[in-house]
């Protein structure tokens, strides 16, 4: 096992927001995890990834405790592309993937950290824009340009490194979120793991290994796809009904979401005429 | 890129000394020996050639004095980066948060209230004492000011500001209601601090100033990588492997003990560090790898600019640096604001 977590909870103030939440990830694995809004999906994310933990807390990265790794052996093993990027960055944009080799350099990069961000921005296809200044760029490149830098702080010898992603695919077109799910997915396959919070239940069904289905704090689900991905299990979890079908280009489930109390007027005048 | 920043470093020191070895020449007294150089040459080869006003002007009134601002102009430079990267914000300055009155209170209150001993110490004690009082001050205010400004990690800059303004007006009240407690000496002395000037330097203080910045640039001028980190936010910063919180607390007590000890000897000379980084943005964008060392050569020459302007524009008198670094930092100041009023 490279990360398992211990009936880990969490409160502010008095509000539980994780609630004994056990968790478990192989090398090799890509582990998605879904639920609706405020389900604390960010929270376990962080707290996975060792953001204000505490001693108590039941986390173990590769059998060992966050607290017991050396900060640089540590970043050179886990990576995080976190949500909220600051969007005040007054650099330019390979400045900014160069912080993903930070851990790999004292003053001056080395000509493999170059090499290694200018093979990352080609795969996130932020290469042309490797000269802009960060701020002038649009939500959807942003958000890539950090993709790149996350991935370009794990490109190292150590074997089964851990990457974790908060919503990645945020403010990205499709071609994009195609992208960026592959080349996770070719992280994980060379013995890495990846955790990805996601909204896209269709991306999920396509790209996890296994899913964690977290609803008000508390594992409601967790599973393959194919266990997750049903009628029963995403509506009650979502609270809106839904039909699962088998998507027929990838043979993955598809959710498809509807209300069929209220009928759709356009459907109707279709139907008519 | 490390060998760009070697040479923009390079090239900032030869305008350093250009403008330093202008400086020596300038001022209200001019040297008998119309050449420096041959000053310096018969000083070495001890042929007694050098006239006692001379060598007096020269060794103990002007080359302090240009030391002093050089290695001021550094400290306030760097300090001010410094704080720049750790609140995120273009704004965070010494003065502006509130740290040189902090420090400036609290060397008043060390005047005032060691006045009644200071004539048993020894000199080297003495400046020492106002420097750790000031030194105080200003590490105090500077927990305050990021304790308040700061919660969950993000820094609120209103507030970062409005309790700089706070603590300037309660120190500007505290050294006021001083100057009815103190002799005439003491109130000299507390004049020149809320005015500021380099007019007191001395080797004494030179070495003092020496050893602090020696000491802070080693801990400091390394950090460019740890503050461009940390433009990704704190949590980010953290998972690339740089220690975050030790960073911190080492730019907090750091910067004040610099500027504590600036303050002593020199009182409050506000802006240097909001200007200088403001400039090297503006050519090298907010990289704190190259600005940050940077800065701590044209902080240099820029107080060094400032200093003798100040003493030779209206000579034989001497107007405050401080009017001149507010009417060149003001301006930046109104600058920055309107660019980033709408995230205030």
């Keep these: ?26 090398a090799g694995e890509t582990l998605v995890i879904i639920g609706p809004n405020g389900a604390g999906k960010s929270t376990l994310l962080g707290m996975l990834s060792n953001e204000n933990i505490s001693d108590k807390d039941e986390i173990y990265f590769k059998d060992r405790k966050f607290s017991t790794w050396c900060a640089k052996e540590l970043a050179h093993n886990k990576a995080k592309f976190s949500q909220e990027n600051n969007s005040d960055i007054g650099l330019l944009v390979k400045d900014v993937v160069l912080m993903g080799r930070y851990p790999y350099f004292n003053a001056s990069p080395h000509q493999e950290d170059l090499d290694v961000i200018e093979e990352m921005m080609k795969k996130t296809d932020i290469y042309k824009l490797r000269n802009r200044h960060y701020n002038s760029l649009s939500g959807g490149e942003k958000q890539r340009v950090h993709l790149s830098r996350v991935l370009a702080q794990l490109q190292n010898d150590e074997t089964s490194k851990l990457a974790l992603f908060d919503e990645p695919l945020n403010n990205l077109d499709v071609r994009h979120q195609y ?3 592959e080349t996770i997915r070719e992280f994980t396959q060379k013995g890495n793991a990846a955790i990805v919070v996601l909204h896209d239940l269709n991306l999920a069904a396509e790209f996890a290994d296994k899913v964690l289905l977290l609803k008000k704090g508390k594992v409601a689900a967790f599973g393959t796809p194919e266990h997750i991905f049903t009628e029963k299990v995403i509506a009650a979890a979502y609270n809106f009904p839904c039909a699962v079908f ?6 993955c489930p598809m959710i498809v979401f509807g209300n069929q109390t209220k009928n759709c007027n356009r459907c109707v005048i279709d139907t008519e005429s | 890129m490390q060998n760009k920043l070697l ?11 250009g403008v330093a070895s202008i400086s020596l020449k300038l001022g209200a007294y001019s040297f008998e020996d119309s050449s420096l150089w041959q000053i310096f040459k018969n000083e070495l080869s001890g042929n007694g050639l050098v006239s006692e006003m001379d060598h007096y002007v020269l060794f103990n009134v002007r080359l302090p004095r240009i030391v002093m601002a050089i290695l001021m102009g550094s400290a306030f430079a760097v300090s001010g980066t410094c704080l720049q990267g750790m609140f995120k914000n273009p704004l965070a300055t010494p003065n502006l948060i509130g ?9 008043a ?14 000199d080297v004690l003495n400046y020492s004492l106002i420097s750790i009082m000031a030194f105080i001050g200003a590490i105090l205010t500077m927990t305050f000011v990021y304790r308040m400004s700061t919660t969950r990690r993000k820094t609120n800059v209103v507030v970062m500001l409005l309790a700089g303004v706070a603590i300037s007006a309660l120190a500007g009240a505290v050294t006021g209601f001083l100057t009815y407690l103190t002799d005439d000496e003491q109130l000299r002395d507390l004049t020149f601090w809320t005015l500021g000037s380099l007019g007191g330097a001395t080797w004494l203080k030179n070495g003092i100033l020496v ?3 020696f000491f802070s640039y080693i801990l400091l001028l390394n950090k460019g990588k740890a503050l461009n980190a940390m433009m990704l936010g704190e949590e980010d910063a953290t998972h690339l492997g740089i220690p975050v919180e030790k960073v911190k607390k080492r730019i907090i007590i750091l910067t004040a003990l610099m500027v504590g000890t600036c303050v002593a000897f020199a009182g409050a000379i506000g802006f240097v560090g909001l200007i200088v980084p403001y400039i090297l943005r503006l050519i090298f964008k ?14 240099s020459i820029l107080l060094l600019i400032a200093d003798t302007i100040s003493r030779t524009i209206v000579a034989p008198s001497e107007m405050p640096i401080g009017i001149l670094t507010a009417f060149l930092g003001a301006p930046i100041f109104i600058a920055i604001l309107i660019r980033f009023k709408k995230n205030l």
């Design chain 2, 211 to 213: 050893i602090v910045i």
């Design chain 2, 286 to 299: 907010s990289n704190y790898h190259i600005i940050l060392p940077l800065s701590a050569v044209v902080g």
């Design chain 2, 109 to 122: 209150i060390g005047i005032v209230l060691g006045g009644h001993f200071r004539s048993y110490l020894p």
């Design chain 2, 7 to 17: 040479l923009y470093i390079s090239v900032c020191f030869v305008l350093l000394i």
């Design chain 1, 1 to 26: 096992m490279m990360l398992v977590a211990n009936k880990i909870s969490r409160f502010h103030r008095s509000f539980q927001i994780l609630n004994e939440v056990e968790i478990s990830i192989k």
């Design chain 1, 246 to 251: 088998k998507n027929p280009i990838t043979q």
């Design chain 1, 179 to 181: 992208n960026i799910m």
């Design chain 2, 99 to 107: 740290v040189t009155s902090g420090a400036s209170l609290f060397a």
